[in-house]
């Protein structure tokens, strides 16, 4: 509770004076600046919920602006044996696929050796596909130094080993050196050559134990020193029974037309073909419609509360000049037709998009697929017009970059509203020092009135003292 002190001459609530005078000038000002307050906050809410959904309206046309997305193709017919996928090359069709044989990475195995026995002084050159290195062995070289040397180097000069990984597996027999290579097929099959300390790089003793080079034409001139584990293999398919295609690994791009085929299994004797089939898939239309209409329609209930007016309370927005501006735009754009090369025209109406007498739009998916089956490309042309002439996506992106952009007409009626909003806190800091000043000078001035009271209290009493000590004065008994 408030301790209040009444003046010491007069005897008057100078703090309850001087409060309810101060009040009676802020009440109405923060009155005045609060219902400002509200009505900013309200518009500023107000515009950025209209924003967000014109945003929303917008990204949903993007869809139909993309090239990318129109004209697509769907494949079927992935199995155990083969997985497909397509693009826009294919052209539809049916096919008959069988996998004749997967692709192999290429293993040799070498010959026993003990652990720590030397395997040889010289220079080992290895190769797989593209790709050749060697590497230098001492006397003192075992298979284990061998096996480090290829998976890590070094290597002589500025070659580098990026195809073939070395291991050692250990059986009874001894150490064995395994090299795979890292690539499949044929092409990456891998040549062994050496130049061994003892003279002779082909024999099966010191290094040349090690060789493997079947690249001569004339098996006779083969050197086979390690066994071949996995010999490298091809992936092969045939396609509709005839056409027979190979592929260093088992995917096979583009073979037909738009169409990548991975083979995964071998087909056996008793095994059905794998069966692909190739159709067009223009559902980007429609589901691309169908979102435009949604956020529309969002849009439209969104204005309608925005701007609604009547007995039953008004928007927020009601009568907002803004508001019924964007919303007239987009009713225009909304019935706008597009010239086509072929000299017809296209409007979201004849794609079947339909408005009630509410203006809540619907799609007409049967008038929507007869346009699409009677010409595609020219419904293409509607959304993204042709060579430099953009279409409808473009010219309604255009519209609506008009007020969603960053220094587009809403955001710059936002923006307008907070400066005005951030304004009022200058107002009350401005106001709040008036208020103290106006404080202080009351209390000054009714102190000094106090003081002026109790003085003349004080030559009363004085005066009355005098008076009674006059003589011939008679004291009224009490």
Same mark, same amino acid.
């Given at each position: 509770?408030? +301790?209040?002190?009444?003046?010491?001459?007069?005897?008057?609530?100078?703090?309850?004076?001087?409060?309810?005078?101060?009040?009676?000038?802020?009440?109405?000002?923060? =009155?005045?600046?609060?219902?400002?307050?509200?009505?900013?906050?309200?518009? /500023?809410?107000?515009?950025?919920?209209?924003?967000? *959904?014109?945003?929303?309206?917008?990204?949903?046309?993007?869809?139909?602006?993309?090239?990318?997305?129109?004209?697509?193709?769907? /494949?079927?017919? =992935?199995?155990?044996?083969?997985?497909?996928?397509?693009?826009?090359?294919?052209?539809?069709?049916?096919?008959?696929?069988?996998?004749?044989?997967?692709?192999?990475?290429?293993?040799?195995?070498?010959?026993?050796?003990?652990?720590?026995?030397?395997?040889?002084?010289?220079?080992i050159? +290895?190769?797989?596909g593209?790709?050749?290195?060697?590497?230098?062995?001492?006397p003192?070289?075992?298979?284990?130094?061998?096996?480090?040397?290829?998976?890590?180097?070094p290597?002589?000069?500025?070659?580098?080993?990026?195809?073939?990984?070395?291991?050692? $597996?250990?059986?009874?027999?001894?150490?064995?050196?395994?090299?795979?290579?890292?690539?499949?097929g044929?092409?990456?099959? +891998?040549?062994?050559?050496?130049?061994?300390?003892?003279?002779?790089?082909?024999?099966?003793?010191?290094?040349?134990? &090690?060789?493997?080079?079947? =690249?001569?034409?004339?098996?006779?001139?083969?050197?086979?020193?390690? !066994?071949? $584990?996995?010999? *490298?293999?091809? *992936?092969?398919?045939?396609i509709?029974?005839?056409?027979?295609v190979?592929?260093?690994?088992?995917?096979?791009?583009?073979?037909?037309?738009?169409?990548?085929? !991975?083979?995964?299994?071998?087909?056996?004797?008793?095994?059905?073909?794998?069966?692909?089939?190739?159709?067009?898939?223009?559902?980007?239309?429609?589901?691309?419609?169908?979102?435009?209409?949604?956020?529309?329609?969002?849009?439209?209930?969104?204005?309608?509360?925005?701007?609604?007016s009547?007995?039953?309370?008004?928007?927020?927005?009601?009568?907002d000049?803004?508001?019924?501006g964007?919303?007239?735009?987009?009713?225009?754009? &909304?019935?706008?037709?597009?010239?086509?090369?072929?000299?017809?025209?296209? =409007?979201l109406?004849?794609?079947?998009?339909?408005?009630?007498?509410?203006?809540?739009?619907?799609?007409?998916?049967?008038? &929507?697929?007869?346009?699409?089956?009677?010409?595609?490309?020219?419904?293409?042309?509607?959304?993204?017009?042709?060579?430099?002439?953009?279409?409808? *996506?473009?010219?309604?992106?255009?519209?609506?970059?008009?007020?969603?952009?960053?220094?587009? /007409?809403?955001?710059?009626?936002?923006?307008?509203?907070? !400066?005005?909003?951030?304004?009022?806190?200058?107002?009350?800091?401005?106001?709040?020092?008036?208020?103290?000043?106006?404080?202080?000078?009351?209390?000054?001035q009714?102190?000094?009135?106090?003081?002026?009271?109790?003085?003349?209290?004080?030559?009363?009493?004085? $005066?009355?003292?005098?008076?009674?000590?006059?003589?011939?004065?008679?004291?009224?008994?009490?």
């Amino acid at each position: 509770m408030a +301790i209040s002190f009444n003046g010491l001459g007069s005897g008057l609530a100078v703090s309850d004076i001087v409060d309810a005078l101060v009040n009676a000038e802020r009440t109405p000002f923060t =009155s005045r600046l609060n219902r400002k307050e509200a009505t900013l906050t309200t518009d /500023i809410s107000a515009a950025g919920a209209l924003k967000s *959904a014109l945003e929303k309206l917008q990204t949903s046309m993007e869809a139909l602006g993309e090239v990318d997305n129109y004209q697509k193709r769907s /494949i079927s017919g =992935s199995d155990d044996f083969v997985s497909l996928s397509s693009d826009k090359n294919a052209q539809p069709g049916g096919y008959n696929v069988k996998v004749d044989a997967l692709a192999q990475a290429h293993k040799l195995s070498s010959p026993a050796f003990a652990a720590d026995e030397p395997i040889g002084s010289g220079v080992i050159t +290895i190769s797989s596909g593209d790709n050749s290195f060697s590497t230098v062995l001492s006397p003192t070289n075992t298979l284990e130094d061998l096996r480090d040397q290829i998976n890590n180097g070094p290597f002589t000069g500025s070659d580098s080993n990026n195809s073939v990984t070395a291991t050692i $597996v250990t059986t009874d027999a001894g150490q064995h050196l395994v090299l795979t290579s890292k690539e499949t097929g044929e092409e990456n099959a +891998i040549s062994i050559t050496v130049q061994d300390g003892d003279g002779n790089n082909t024999d099966a003793s010191g290094l040349s134990r &090690l060789a493997y080079d079947v =690249s001569d034409a004339d098996p006779a001139n083969h050197v086979t020193n390690l !066994t071949e $584990v996995d010999a *490298a293999q091809n *992936a092969q398919i045939t396609i509709d029974g005839t056409l027979t295609v190979t592929s260093n690994t088992n995917e096979f791009k583009s073979v037909i037309d738009g169409v990548d085929i !991975t083979a995964k299994k071998v087909h056996g004797t008793d095994d059905d073909n794998s069966t692909l089939k190739v159709t067009e898939n223009n559902n980007n239309i429609k589901a691309g419609l169908n979102s435009f209409i949604e956020s529309y329609n969002e849009l439209l209930e969104l204005s309608n509360n925005l701007g609604k007016s009547g007995e039953s309370g008004a928007g927020v927005m009601a009568g907002d000049s803004m508001l019924r501006g964007v919303m007239s735009k987009l009713r225009q754009q &909304l019935t706008s037709e597009v010239s086509l090369s072929d000299g017809s025209s296209l =409007s979201l109406s004849k794609l079947g998009v339909e408005a009630d007498r509410y203006g809540k739009l619907s799609l007409d998916t049967e008038r &929507l697929n007869e346009q699409v089956e009677a010409d595609v490309d020219l419904v293409q042309e509607f959304f993204l017009g042709e060579g430099d002439e953009g279409g409808f *996506a473009q010219s309604f992106d255009d519209l609506m970059s008009f007020y969603t952009d960053s220094d587009g /007409i809403v955001q710059n009626r936002i923006n307008s509203k907070q !400066t005005q909003l951030d304004g009022l806190d200058d107002e009350r800091i401005d106001f709040a020092r008036k208020m103290e000043s106006l404080e202080s000078r009351l209390y000054a001035q009714y102190n000094s009135m106090d003081l002026l009271v109790a003085q003349m209290n004080s030559t009363s009493s004085y $005066v009355q003292a005098q008076l009674d000590n006059m003589p011939g004065v008679v004291k009224k008994s009490k």
